[in-house]
């Protein structure tokens, strides 16, 4: 009779590779607790070449056989990069509570280990309202791991020496370091010459607007348009992003009646707070509305346009970009049912990855055209405690630098 077990063990006399191969079975018996049936094929299946095995068993299994992959570095559990057998390190954010700001700390460095990833070294990363909240664990999209890096976007170098803005999905390796790992088809080649400090910090905020208005809701020529929520840095954005799309009114609504004044020599035609009573009879006719703020005061100012609205016939498409004022809003149904209402959200989920590349190309151009106004200020990661400080109360979008390098380096 054939000894099945025997057709699984590797065709070779050295004993500690026999014995090697006999522990990586032992192990995946025991902790994955499927037949040995299964393994049997498996091993058919690859041959009996024993790294070859190893490898394949190990990844499939997630085990580490002894000799081919290190124990993975302090804090890296469950990420989905493999690191080097050297655990080199570098510099980065990095957070390992909720309830406190990212700390500059040594952490282990990526490495990438599919095809279509690249190991980048990053230029620029932008401290965005999305990434203070991916650190402190409220964003929508958060999983609750730590420790994590933050940052979702940056401007980074590759080996090829190209510059590239590149977007991450969510993964606890974010950009806020000295290195991070792309996937090239989430990324594009950026002109030589541009300003990663200025990239970083306009395509972020303008992606919000620009998005909503190309993808999610196309803008009409001559359409007119709502922004609440236009005193922050997205908000500035999607006033100028309005205007370049050819919006015939744009009304921007906010707090600050200092930073609502600034806002016509950006493109806006109208101003106005949201206590100010004229508020209604302002924005009765709009055709689509911005909103970055969401909570109680998009409850009451949807009530305000469609009690003020002439003709309720007319389509009004509500976009909710963010969530200033807070996570919900107490929405009349009355509401819904006295207008043409449409609310639709733009953001991550509702706009496919691939999508928002194919969009960063055209907008790019636009930012380094100088079509539209960046306020930036940047500062080195080392600083990242004062830039989160800083962050809460500026106008101005922080950028931080991982490494020094000059206008004539990229």
């Not at 025991?30 to 009996?48: A, P």
């Not at 990053?122 to 650190?135: D, E, F």
């Not at 806006?268 to 109680?296: Q, Y």
């Amino acid at each position: 009779m054939r000894n099945e077990s025997a057709a699984c063990l590797p065709t070779t006399n050295s004993r500690p590779r026999r014995r090697r191969w006999l522990k990586t079975r032992h192990r995946l018996k025991t902790q994955h607790k499927r037949s040995w049936k299964f393994r049997r094929n498996l091993s058919r299946r690859f041959g009996n070449s024993l790294p070859s095995v190893e490898r394949r068993l190990a990844e499939r299994h997630d085990v580490r056989p002894e000799g081919l992959i290190r124990e993975r570095p302090y804090g890296l559990g469950g990420l989905d990069h493999e690191f080097g057998t050297d655990q080199n390190t570098m510099k980065a954010a990095v957070v390992s509570s909720f309830d406190t700001p990212p700390r500059y700390e040594d952490f282990a460095e990526p490495v990438s280990k599919n095809h279509g990833e690249m190991l980048l070294e990053v230029l620029a990363v932008g401290l965005h309202p999305r990434v203070r909240s991916q650190a402190d664990g409220s964003h929508y999209t958060s999983k609750g791991e730590l420790p994590l890096i933050p940052g979702i976007d940056g401007v980074g170098r590759g080996s090829d020496g190209k510059l590239r803005y590149f977007v991450l999905d969510d993964t606890p390796i974010g950009s806020m370091a000295e290195k991070t790992v792309i996937e090239v088809d989430r990324s594009i080649v950026l002109p030589r010459g541009v300003d990663p400090v200025a990239v970083a910090a306009g395509l972020n905020p303008a992606m919000g607007s620009w998005l909503a208005l190309r993808c999610r809701v196309p803008l009409k020529k001559r359409q007119k348009v709502l922004i609440l929520g236009a005193t922050g840095n997205a908000g500035n954005m999607a006033v100028q992003v309005a205007r370049h799309l050819g919006a015939s009114q744009i009304i921007a609504a906010g707090r600050s009646e200092t930073k609502l004044a600034k806002l016509p020599a950006l493109g806006a035609t109208d101003v106005v707070t949201f206590e100010d009573a004229k508020l209604g009879t302002l924005v009765r006719e709009v055709d689509v509305v911005l909103d970055f703020v969401w909570g109680e005061t998009t409850a009451k100012t949807m009530v305000n346009v469609i009690t003020e609205r002439t003709d309720r016939r007319q389509p009004l498409t509500w976009i909710e970009i963010g969530s200033v004022t807070g996570p919900t809003a107490a929405i009349p149904s009355a509401a819904l049912r006295a207008a043409r209402l449409q609310i639709v959200g733009s953001g991550i989920g509702s706009v496919p990855g691939r999508d928002i590349v194919d969009e960063l190309s055209s907008l790019v151009k636009e930012i380094v055209r100088g079509t539209f106004r960046v306020d930036a200020k940047a500062m080195p990661l080392s600083s990242v405690g004062q830039a989160w400080s800083e962050a809460a109360h500026t106008s101005q979008r922080i950028v931080l630098i991982p490494h020094e390098y000059r206008n004539s380096d990229v």
